[in-house]
T-cell receptor, first 116, second 112 residues
Framework: DAGVIQSPRHEVTEMGQEVTLRCKPI?????LFWYRQTMMRGLELLIY????????DSGMPEDRFSAKMPNASFSTLKIQPSEPRDSAVYFC??????????????FGPGTRLLVL | GQNIDQPTEMTATEGAIVQINCTYQ??????LFWYQQHAGEAPTFLSY????GLEEKGRFSSFLSRSKGYSYLLLKELQMKDSASYLC?????????????FGKGTKLSVKP
């Protein structure tokens, strides 16, 4: 399996611009998670989906952030407008609940976002 | 609130044993995970505990005490490649599978 795929791997943009991050989960996984990692706050869950339906978006910082999962093999995280404080590494992860409660989440390589 | 505490940094010598502690206070508990994260890379799964006691997996072991809200990761026969951050994460009861709440990680440096 190719693992979780994220694109782009690096993104540099200017404040006010729209940023779209993309994720392809592992085939057959029914959970998809979006995380943000910074030195100050560590790894934080932003939102997660089960069978393409958003379950918990309480971690989404504000209305500038939105996430969609139109089908089982694709999800996007959008920031509009972007701000310098959004600079972080954004990880997508997926998991398969049917494999048991001990089943872990598999992380993608992350997108390094820098907002100038 | 949800709180997971780990030491920020640790240093150990190649070939030695190191123990990384994690204490947690969460609104629910449905398992504790340890992840390894090398610099610039994604976290990768190391271990899972849901019952009290020790889980051993090769050079790595993880211990859990639910009554004390405490876990540790034990790394034996340290190698240079073990230099990485180690993240403790607790799964709570929120949601069908539950969220993972992560500690900020412990950066381990292994010296020759």
């Amino acid at each position: 399996d190719a693992g979780v795929i994220q694109s782009p791997r690096h993104e540099v943009t200017e404040m006010g611009q729209e940023v779209t991050l993309r994720c392809k989960p592992i085939s057959g996984h029914d959970y998809l998670f979006w995380y943000r990692q910074t030195m100050m706050r560590g790894l934080e869950l932003l939102i997660y989906f089960n069978n393409n339906v958003p379950i918990d978006d309480s971690g989404m910082p504000e209305d500038r952030f939105s996430a969609k999962m139109p089908n089982a093999s694709f999800s996007t995280l959008k920031i509009q407008p972007s701000e310098p404080r959004d600079s972080a590494v954004y990880f997508c992860a997926s998991s398969d609940q049917d494999r048991g409660v001990g089943e872990t989440q598999y992380f993608g390589p992350g997108t390094r976002l820098l907002v100038l | 609130g949800q709180n997971i505490d780990q030491p920020t940094e640790m240093t150990a010598t190649e070939g030695a044993i190191v123990q990384i502690n994690c204490t947690y206070q969460t609104s629910g508990f449905n398992g504790l995970f340890w992840y390894q994260q090398h610099a610039g890379e994604a976290p990768t799964f190391l271990s899972y505990n849901v019952l009290d006691g020790l889980e051993e997996k090769g050079r790595f072991s993880s211990f859990l005490s639910r009554s004390k809200g405490y876990s540790y990761l034990l790394l034996k026969e340290l190698q240079m490649k073990d230099s990485a951050s180690y993240l403790c994460a607790v799964r709570t009861y929120g949601g069908s599978q539950g969220n993972l709440i992560f500690g900020k990680g412990t950066k381990l440096s292994v010296k020759p």
